[in-house]
Nanobody, 125 residues
Framework: QVQLQESGPGLVKPSQTLSLTCTVSGGSITSGTYYWNWIRQPPGEGLEWMGAIPKSGSVYYSPSLKGRTPISRDTSKKQIALQLSSVTPEDTAGYYC?????????????????WGQGTQGTVSA
């Protein structure tokens, strides 16, 4: 069974870059029809889809984040990375890695079959 584990620095200062990693075990990130997604949830708000990368390596981004969130992968380590640049306190959220069997951009929980436990990203001076 596939497992996803997010990791990150926890706390960054405004204007810095928040770098997050999702490590996948029990499955391949370069086979199948899956999409590997980054999703976040600010305190008291709903889920926000940020982007996804399928086995091809092409990346799909949320237009609302305006190019701030490059997503990459390291296939040898089975990791998907997210870098959120020029962060502000509004970027404070729980950040999740999730797998879907199609490109799903609405951030609806039921559309993603597998989730990591999430990692908190806090932006504060």
């Amino acid at each position: 069974q596939v497992q996803l584990q997010e990791s990150g620095p926890g706390l960054v200062k405004p204007s810095q870059t928040l770098s997050l990693t999702c490590t996948v075990s029990g499955g391949s990130i370069t086979s199948g029809t899956y999409y590997w997604n980054w999703i976040r949830q600010p305190p008291g708000e709903g889920l926000e889809w940020m982007g996804a990368i399928p086995k091809s390596g092409s990346v799909y981004y949320s237009p609302s984040l305006k190019g701030r969130t490059p997503i990459s992968r390291d296939t040898s380590k089975k990791q998907i990375a997210l870098q959120l640049s020029s962060v502000t306190p509004e970027d404070t959220a729980g950040y999740y890695c999730a797998r879907s069997n199609r490109l799903k951009t609405k951030g609806r929980v039921r559309e993603y079959g597998d989730w990591g436990q999430g990692t908190q990203g806090t932006v504060s001076a």
